[in-house]
């Protein structure tokens, strides 16, 4: 008889106050996260959006964001950032995506997202209480599931 482990949802949300020192907390939050779940794989992937995201928050609004990481299936987590700017930004679907000049020193921060993640999104928040608007940029991402084993144990 086999026996079969289910694992249980979880997801964690981290507050971070408007302070420079807060993507750093964010990426060694998210590396104890996945590692503590057996997602080591995805460590180094998920730690760079989160990076993006949670940097993004920190430059372009004015108050505190959050971090919000969730079991999304299998060998998958969902990364969501939270702050309070309403404006979704191009790479997420608010307006047109340009290449930025070879020499800036800003405005590529995203273009990782699109190039890493799995899937990726966006929502506004909107409400009537002040400070509880904005909008949540999301990422997944995930690492394949290895080949099942056909009878005489070669993939399928």
Same mark, same amino acid.
């Given at each position: 008889?086999? !026996?079969?482990?289910?694992? @249980? +949802?979880?997801?964690y949300?981290?507050? *971070?106050?408007?302070? @420079?020192?807060? +993507?750093?907390?964010?990426?060694?939050? !998210?590396? =104890?996260? *996945?590692?503590?779940?057996?997602l080591?794989?995805?460590?180094?992937?998920?730690?760079? !959006?989160?990076?993006?995201?949670? =940097?993004?928050?920190?430059?372009?609004s004015?108050?505190?964001?959050?971090?919000?990481?969730?079991?999304?299936?299998r060998?998958?987590?969902?990364?969501g950032?939270?702050?309070?700017? @309403?404006?979704? +930004? &191009?790479?997420?679907? /608010?307006?047109?995506?340009?290449?930025?000049c070879? *020499?800036?020193?800003?405005?590529?921060?995203?273009? +990782?997202?699109?190039?890493?993640?799995?899937?990726? %999104?966006?929502?506004?928040?909107?409400?009537? !209480?002040?400070?509880q /608007?904005?909008?949540?940029?999301?990422?997944e991402?995930?690492?394949?599931?290895?080949? *099942? &084993? /056909?009878?005489? %144990?070669?993939?399928?």
């Amino acid at each position: 008889m086999t !026996l079969a482990t289910v694992t @249980p +949802p979880w997801a964690y949300t981290l507050q *971070l106050p408007q302070d @420079p020192r807060g +993507p750093g907390i964010a990426r060694a939050t !998210l590396r =104890t996260v *996945l590692l503590v779940h057996g997602l080591r794989d995805l460590v180094e992937t998920a730690e760079l !959006l989160a990076s993006e995201l949670v =940097t993004n928050a920190y430059r372009h609004s004015s108050g505190p964001y959050s971090l919000r990481l969730r079991g999304a299936g299998r060998n998958r987590v969902r990364v969501g950032v939270w702050d309070g700017n @309403p404006e979704i +930004p &191009a790479p997420f679907g /608010g307006g047109t995506v340009t290449e930025p000049c070879a *020499l800036a020193e800003r405005g590529r921060g995203l273009q +990782p997202v699109r190039e890493c993640a799995d899937s990726w %999104g966006a929502y506004p928040i909107r409400s009537g !209480l002040p400070g509880q /608007g904005g909008k949540v940029l999301w990422v997944e991402c995930a690492f394949p599931s290895p080949p *099942l &084993a /056909g009878a005489a %144990g070669q993939p399928v």
